[in-house]
Structures are given as structure tokens and as C-alpha cells.
């Protein structure tokens, strides 16, 4: 069973940039998306960009044009690279891999941004 570790989180100012990173324990090109959700206090997990394997990928309206998502099959990494933080985006960010058989979860990491 593969598990995710996702790391890069922190404490940003509005306007800054972050670049998460989810390092998976074996490989993930058995996994036909590689995701990112974020969770914050009092709503629901949303998905905020999703990479396939053909490398389709695809972003939640609310991060178009600020997010952007990669996978790296030979690293067995997924990064999320965010550009002009908004306090809104202040979150739990966490990795999700999905295949047709299973889906597995990363503990998150918080993301901060306030001035």
C-alpha cells in the first residue's frame, strides 16, 4: 500500500507563492490521478487540481491561473505550485492518489496565508 507524504507547507503572506510537494512510498503510475484537495475549519474537502496520467490536468475556478500541478512518475512526486496566495486559500492540503482498485490519503499539510 502505497502512502503520501506531503510536504512544503507554511505561513505565506497574501500574494506569495508556495510549492507543495507529495512524495509517494512506491510508484505511482499505477494511479490513474494524482490530486490535491484542501480542507478548511468548518467546510468540506475540495478538490483543487487533479493531474492524470496522459497529463490532463484539471483546476478547481476558484485556483485557474494561480495553481498549477505536476506529477513526476520517476520520482513518484506530485508538486503544487501556488502563486498569488489569497487568505482564502488557507488550508489542510493533502495528496490523494486514485487507481480503479483504491484511493490513498496524505496526512496534509497546512497552508497559511495571512499578513
Known amino acids: 500500500q502505497v502512502q503520501l507524504v506531503e510536504s512544503g507547507g507554511g505561513l505565506v503572506q497574501p500574494g506569495g507563492s508556495l510549492r507543495l510537494s507529495c512524495a509517494a512510498s512506491?510508484?505511482?503510475?499505477?494511479?490513474?490521478?494524482m490530486s490535491w484537495y484542501r480542507q478548511s475549519p468548518g467546510k468540506q474537502r475540495e478538490l483543487v487540481a487533479t493531474?492524470?496520467?496522459?497529463?490532463?490536468?484539471g483546476y478547481a475556478d476558484s485556483v485557474k491561473g494561480r495553481f498549477t500541478i505536476s506529477r513526476d512518475n520517476a520520482e513518484n512526486t506530485v508538486h503544487l505550485q501556488m502563486s498569488s496566495l489569497k487568505p482564502e486559500d488557507t488550508a489542510v492540503y493533502y495528496c490523494?492518489?486514485?487507481?480503479?482498485?483504491?484511493?490513498?490519503w496524505g496526512q496534509g499539510t497546512q497552508v497559511t496565508v495571512s499578513s
Open positions: 493531474a492524470s496520467l496522459s497529463g490532463t490536468t
Open positions: 490523494k492518489a486514485t487507481s480503479w482498485l483504491s484511493s490513498h
Open positions: 512506491g510508484s505511482i503510475s499505477s494511479f490513474n490521478a
